[in-house]
């Protein structure tokens, strides 16, 4: 097998998993157009063949979750690929007070809502109304006042600093981490850190490391994903990116060899 044959069988690989990880977990979704975004430097580099098998690749695993998510709302009238999304955004309304009792139509869904003291549960509501009157109350409720939203975006990310970056990954020694300051809070810190220095070598060198900005667009992604759409069990939701992470603090590293950022050697 030749170089470029391998390069081709490995770009069809990718294809096949990326399709089957749309599948079983929806949440990474946000990989498609990074996908699509790295895909395309191969175009830059005159390589047509991967980059065109590439985005073929992605765009049949876009199909294949579009697809499921049309199955799923001839069943239940939503465009989704589960009901996980609607329970995260009912609990998150719950918490932060986003739901609008104006926007309800149905007056006993209103009334049950208005009331909830926690003994009638969220899957009490969707097997009671329905998944999608469930979900229309969520989506009016957020369109009625997007300011308070945003603003509850800003909130659980302020919650979330304080939690346990290795409570999931190593849950014997996660007080110890935490002792030490490895929480969300250092995860953040580094990521602005990172993201300066970044951009002030993308400034020097007027050019662009495709993969390192492909390696870091997957793991700001899987953030702003966990900390918007998911509840606060963000120690798990972030362990994909955790690997991502290393990785680019692996090149912070090395800042300890060179003399200015502009010697970095970003990739």
Not at 26 to 36: E, G
Not at 111 to 132: A, P
Not at 152 to 168: P, V
Request: proline content about 3%; hydrophobic content about 50%.
């Amino acid at each position: 097998m030749t170089h470029q044959e391998h390069k081709i069988y490995c770009t069809i690989i990718i294809a096949i998993l990326l399709s089957m990880l749309m599948l079983l977990r929806p949440a990474l979704v946000y990989m498609l157009p990074v996908f699509f975004i790295g895909w395309s430097y191969f175009f830059v580099k005159k390589q047509k063949m991967i980059a065109t098998l590439g985005i073929i690749g992605t765009l049949f695993a876009t199909v294949s979750l579009f697809s499921y998510m049309k199955v799923f709302e001839n069943k239940y009238g939503i465009l989704s690929s589960s009901c996980v999304g609607t329970i995260n955004q009912m609990v998150i309304a719950y918490q932060y007070n986003l739901i609008n009792p104006d926007v309800i139509e149905n007056g006993q869904l209103k009334e049950d809502i208005e009331n909830k003291s926690r003994e009638v549960s969220i899957m009490t509501l969707i097997k009671s109304y329905g998944l999608k009157d469930v979900h229309n109350v969520i989506m009016d409720s957020y369109k009625s006042h997007p300011n308070k939203v945003i603003k509850s975006c800003f909130g659980r990310l302020y919650r979330s600093k304080s939690k346990s970056l290795f409570l999931t990954l190593a849950p014997g020694f996660a007080t110890v981490f935490d002792m030490i300051g490895f929480n969300l809070n250092t995860l953040y810190l580094f990521i602005i850190i990172y993201t300066i220095i970044l951009l002030r070598w993308i400034y020097m060198k007027r050019s662009l490391p495709w993969t390192t900005s492909f390696i870091y667009m997957l793991g700001v992604s899987n953030i702003i994903v966990a900390i918007i759409g998911a509840q606060e069990e963000w120690e798990r939701l972030v362990l994909p990116s955790l690997p991502l992470y290393l990785l680019l603090f692996g090149q912070l590293c090395t800042l300890f060899s060179v003399k200015s950022v502009k010697q970095l050697e970003l990739k």
